[in-house]
């Protein structure tokens, strides 16, 4: 694994406070190779296992403020799993109740995790967003429906991309001691982008941004022609979206990368074999996205990028060679050049 710059190791007050303030990673072969410092901010490390928790936090401790969230409430969202986990991680320590809305087409591990958290968990089919069924609006309405629920609405919710600026934004400045040319992200709310970018672009201007989107979302040509128009479609968990969320209005970005589900897959063999990090189809993205955005840049640049979540969270698909074979995703490239393309 690559060096690792880390911020306070101070106790924290209960779970609530061990969110964030996570480790930020020098991929030191990637970065040979490619000529430039790349770094990943290692979002796995948080109570529950992905970046998702941090906007869990920021959600939940908004709502309590602001009285819609009261002792003994139960706590609603519709989400592919990341942020569902943190959600009922959090509400445990809470004393809250939590009911996740999920598409039933998720990775098993995601659902496991949930019930083991004493989620109450309510699978609907996949479908497009303006289908009633969709699992945002299930969820919207299941809330409306229970006495004493709170729906988190990520998507639209402003504490989530507030968790960013307020946290990973300032993190990543504090931990490259304000230098960074370049922050390479996917995105599925748009919180994640969205506060980190606006953080870095107020430190700095220069700070290059750039959107990693995967096959079936419309984000990339949103970025690179203005119209919401997807391509193919994806084995990717939580990530591109159909539409524009409040979220992701707040993100300020300079150019978007498509990146093949194939090239995510052998980046995510390739970190578990060369760097020791074992990662989700996401962060595998984000990483291929990053080593490109750092290619074109002057020598010494540093470009900083996202693990969401841990491959463990995916072990019965992506790192399934049956699995993989069935959506005809066998590796092929497994050295840097093939992988890169260049």
């Not at 995601?110 to 009633?132: G, I, M, N, Q």
């Not at 004493?148 to 639209?156: H, L």
Request: aromatic share 8%; glycine share 10%; hydrophobic share 40%.
């Amino acid at each position: 694994m690559g060096t690792m710059l880390s911020l306070s190791t101070a106790p924290s007050a209960g779970v609530f406070g061990a969110v964030g303030n996570t480790p930020l990673i020098r991929l030191e072969r990637l970065s040979r190779y490619v000529g430039r410092d790349l770094f990943v901010k290692a979002e796995q490390l948080n109570p529950g296992g992905s970046i998702k928790d941090r906007a869990a936090r920021w959600m939940i401790e908004a709502a309590e403020r602001d009285g819609r969230l009261a002792a003994g409430g139960t706590i609603v969202e519709g989400t592919a799993g990341n942020t569902g986990i943190g959600l009922a991680l959090l509400a445990l320590a809470r004393g809250y109740r939590c009911l996740i809305v999920m598409p039933d087409n998720q990775a098993p591990e995601k659902y496991d995790t949930l019930r083991a958290l004493r989620a109450e968990l309510h699978l609907v089919k996949p479908t497009k967003f303006s289908d009633p069924a969709h699992f945002y609006h299930t969820a919207k309405r299941l809330a409306a429906e229970r006495s004493g629920a709170c729906w988190m609405d990520q998507f639209e919710n402003p504490a989530n991309s507030q968790a960013h600026y307020a946290a990973t934004g300032p993190e990543i400045w504090t931990q490259l001691g304000g230098r960074i040319d370049a922050l390479v992200a996917s995105s599925g709310t748009g919180g994640t982008i969205g506060g980190t970018s606006r953080f870095l672009k107020e430190k700095d201007a220069q700070v290059r941004v750039v959107l990693a989107d995967p096959g079936g979302s419309g984000l990339f040509a949103y970025v690179k022609h203005g119209e919401l128009k997807s391509q193919g479609s994806s084995i990717t968990e939580g990530i591109g979206i159909m539409r524009i969320t409040a979220n992701f209005g707040q993100a300020q970005i300079d150019d978007a990368l498509f990146v093949p589900d194939a090239k995510a897959v052998e980046m995510a063999e390739w970190l578990l074999q060369y760097e020791g990090l074992h990662v989700g189809s996401s962060a595998a993205l984000n990483v291929w996205a990053a080593a490109q955005v750092a290619a074109t840049l002057p020598q010494a640049a540093r470009v900083v990028t996202f693990v969401c979540d841990s491959g463990q969270r995916y072990q019965s698909r992506l790192f399934n060679p049956a699995w993989l074979a069935e959506k005809n995703l066998t590796p092929v490239e497994h050295e840097l050049p093939g992988i890169l393309g260049f």
